[in-house]
């Protein structure tokens, strides 16, 4: 006897040879999957000179100086007075000395903070205008936040003497 499952495997393979009906699409990438929905590069925009600016950065950064040099003075000052007043009771005419010192210290701290709030002021306005970073202004704020810094870490050294 003949299997019936013969003939039904026959067709089956057949099938496999038979012509297309139709017009189907290819299966090649189309040309939209080939784009690429990266972000372009886009030029960093360059700051145009700008002289009045200039102005202005060096009028702050010349009261950013003198801040740092009145801090530098008043800081030296309270710095040997603390030194000579370590180991002194508290009330003490050496402790009071220098706990002055230190009250002028941080008065002489406080200067050099409205140059630089007027620095960070024009590079908020900057950029709330869509102009690019400006290099000698970012320059200037950097150096007046450093030496902000510094001298807090100044304030505290001096104060952990009188402690």
């Known amino acids: 006897m003949r299997s019936p499952v013969l003939p039904l495997v026959v ?4 099938s496999g040879c038979a012509k297309e009906r139709g017009d189907f699409p ?3 990438p ?3 999957e080939q784009r690429s929905d990266a ?3 886009r030029p960093v925009p360059v700051a145009t000179p700008d002289p009045a600016l200039d102005a202005q950065i060096a009028k702050l950064t010349s009261a950013v100086d003198a801040a740092d040099t009145a801090f530098r003075k008043a800081a030296d000052r309270a710095e040997q007075l603390a030194r000579a007043a370590k180991g002194a009771a508290q009330g003490s005419e050496r402790w009071l000395d220098a706990q002055m010192a230190l009250a002028e210290v941080d008065v002489a701290r406080s200067e050099i903070q409205q140059p630089i709030a007027e620095l960070e002021r024009l590079a908020i306005d900057r ?3 869509g102009e690019p970073a400006y290099p000698a202004l970012d320059a200037a704020l950097k150096s007046g936040r450093e030496r902000a810094d510094a001298q807090v870490q100044r304030v505290r050294t001096i104060e952990a003497l009188l402690a």
């Not at 067709?11 to 057949?14: F, N, V």
């Open 30 to 32: 189309r040309a939209i």
């Open 11 to 14: 067709l089956l393979l057949a």
């Open 127 to 129: 950029a709330a205008a």
């Open 39 to 41: 972000e372009p590069e």
């Open 26 to 28: 290819s299966l090649l």
